[in-house]
């Protein structure tokens, strides 16, 4: 594990938007085609408008998520919403998206055609993945029934987690599929999410804090990106 820190989280979007446009070009060049795989929530939405701006031949990318909220497209909570109106934009829009939830179907009846579209992807080129203040990451829930399942080596591609500490259902990346990357990041910000993943790095254990379970897997390359929030940067000074 690699840690990044940044004065600030314009600085860190920055960071982070030259290695993706680093990372997704060098793997069209060398494979014709680039998997990217991204996080809703708050935090990426700065992130996903920088990156909306790249230029490349993003007809050759391919862009999924960790996670999804199994609500109708049309609200707010639906990760998917949030890579359309920020990420598949500008440059960008020409991307290829892949839905981890359609809100027509039963979402256990829907999830092995989805396993099987996700688990047929190639090695993904990055991943980017948040984290919860209690080390949550994807929809990978300390609290969820299903987080053993989810962090089993053997684990399908996808699962359906219901989480006992937040709102909804959802359809979230396994283990063992998020970790098939070349690369992943770790966006953070601020220093309660900091303090989290200094727990986790003592704790090591997923079942308590699942982002050990990324941070501590072996022969990947995960880059922990990491800024103080606004707030904190002017305390700081």
Request: charged fraction near 25%; include cysteine; glycine fraction near 4%.
């Amino acid at each position: 594990m690699q840690f990044h820190s940044f004065l600030d989280t314009k600085q860190l979007i920055q960071g982070m938007v030259e290695k993706l446009r680093t990372i997704l070009s060098d793997a069209i060049k060398q494979r014709g085609q680039a998997y990217l795989v991204v996080s809703g929530g708050k935090t990426p939405v700065d992130l996903f408008k920088a990156l909306a701006l790249v230029e490349l031949p993003w007809e050759k990318v391919v862009i999924t998520l960790a996670d999804e909220r199994c609500v109708n497209l049309f609200d707010s909570q639906r990760n998917e919403r949030l890579v359309r109106e920020f990420l598949l934009q500008h440059n960008a829009k020409k991307a290829k998206f892949i839905s981890l939830f359609d809100e027509k179907e039963d979402p256990l009846s829907h999830l092995d055609a989805v396993n099987r579209q996700i688990d047929s992807l190639p090695i993904f080129d990055v991943v980017i993945l948040g984290m919860g203040e209690d080390g949550h990451t994807a929809s990978l829930f300390p609290c969820s029934d299903e987080l053993r399942t989810g962090l089993d080596d053997k684990a399908n591609a996808v699962l359906i987690v219901n989480p006992r500490t937040a709102l909804f259902q959802r359809v979230s990346l396994s283990k063992r599929r998020l970790l098939n990357s070349r690369t992943v990041f770790l966006h953070l910000v601020g220093q309660r999410k900091q303090a989290v993943l200094e727990q986790a790095m003592v704790t090591n254990n997923p079942e308590v804090l699942p982002i050990c379970a990324i941070l501590n897997a072996p022969d990947v390359n995960v880059q922990v990106m990491y800024a103080p929030t606004d707030e904190e940067k002017e305390c700081i000074l």
